[in-house]
């Protein structure tokens, strides 16, 4: 079972593709609340890392001053767009020689040369192939210069490193545990549908037993929509941005489109929305196929694409599993940091940054992450 361990938790900061996010919990008596919160985002056309690493040092150093933050100790991520996920199906071994054995497997199917490849790996649990038990094993890998930067980027803002997650972890955390210690026994899939890609995690009983990127993301949209729009990237981008700025603050009187565009934007976009639930189907049947049990009844979809209705309604139709905005952080208190309006859209962008901060909160009865 999980135990509440700490009164404050870390600065949880999640580096995405489209903005920085920083988030950091503080319990008072048994409630848990948010004790600072910051958000940064990046200009639209600013897409390549080297254009970015002036930006974020800065924007980092700008909120850590400016937020209320507390603290040296911080928990970080890699992005989604530097991850593999392959699946190992293993047979039954001690962990010693389990540890040689996904290394060297990794060191074969994964696309890093020269050993500049670094791998973790999740247990996802035992599975029948034939007449054998076999292991199931999500095997993560990165290059280690990203790793390399995420230290130095921590060193330059004088953070203390806790611990660098990925996002399935830091997802499953957010959607399957509670400060109470209660964990969900129920076979949970949460889509994290972000700017540069989506991320598909299955969880059951707390645990990830399954993991993988689609490259189809806010990018993607913006793509199609200036297509079929005839419009620039920028241009795109915008409109697409004012339509999920609808969605995310309901209750402020943003200036609203035309529905003629709002019509066009939606039929732009279809073709990849229905490529992203073909895909998100795909993963369904492989988790029935693997692990046969409680069939998912609900997917709980998050990141700043999923406060569009018409991604939901069309993963929906496409998979014939039901879809809902998750609701990261309504176990804890934001009144003091997060508008009526942001609370009432759900603010489904700081998922990861809610299971970062719960990290080094709850501690886990068994460490499912080789580390």
Not at 38 to 66: G, I, N
Not at 102 to 111: G, V, Y
Not at 113 to 129: D, K, P, T, W
């Amino acid at each position: 079972m999980f135990r509440s361990a700490k009164k404050l938790s870390p600065i949880a900061i999640d580096l995405g593709s489209s903005a920085i996010k920083m988030l950091q919990l503080e319990q008072a008596g048994d409630q848990w609340r948010v004790l600072a919160a910051a958000k940064f985002e990046y200009p639209p056309m600013t897409r390549r890392t080297e254009e970015r690493a002036p930006l974020t040092l800065s924007a980092l150093q700008t909120m850590l001053k400016r937020y209320g933050f507390r603290g040296r100790q911080a928990v970080t991520l890699v992005p989604n767009q530097y991850i593999q996920y392959k699946s190992f199906r293993l047979p039954v071994m001690p962990d010693d020689e389990l540890e040689q054995v996904i290394r060297f497997e990794a060191e074969e199917r994964f696309a890093y040369q020269n050993g500049e490849g670094e791998f973790q790996y999740l247990r996802a649990g035992e599975v029948r192939q034939g007449q054998d038990v076999r292991q199931e094993i999500i095997v993560m890998g990165c290059p280690q210069e990203v790793l390399r930067q995420q230290m130095e980027l921590l060193e330059q803002l004088r953070l203390v490193c806790m611990g660098i997650d990925v996002s399935p972890c830091a997802l499953a955390r957010c959607f399957s545990y509670s400060p109470d210690g209660v964990e969900h026994d129920n076979a949970q899939v949460i889509a994290d549908l972000g700017q540069h890609c989506s991320t598909i995690t299955m969880v059951r009983d707390g645990q990830v037993i399954f993991a993988k990127t689609i490259a189809i993301g806010g990018n993607t949209l913006d793509e199609y929509t200036a297509k079929h729009l005839n419009l620039s990237l920028s241009e795109a981008a915008q409109v697409r941005r004012q339509i999920l700025q609808t969605h995310a603050h309901p209750q402020q009187s943003a200036r609203s489109l035309d529905s003629e565009v709002l019509d066009a934007a939606s039929e732009a976009t279809k073709p990849a929305l229905e490529q992203l639930a073909k895909e998100i189907g795909l993963c369904l049947r492989y988790y029935a196929v693997t692990f046969r049990g409680v069939r998912p009844e609900m997917i709980i979809c998050c990141g700043g694409e999923s406060y569009s209705p018409t991604v939901l309604e069309t993963i929906t139709e496409i998979t014939g599993v039901a879809t809902q905005a998750g609701r990261p952080l309504e176990l804890v208190s934001t009144q003091s940091i997060f508008s009526e309006s942001e609370r009432r859209g759900g603010l489904l962008e700081w998922s990861t940054a809610m299971g970062l901060a719960w990290r080094e909160v709850l501690q886990p009865r068994e460490e499912q992450v080789a580390c």
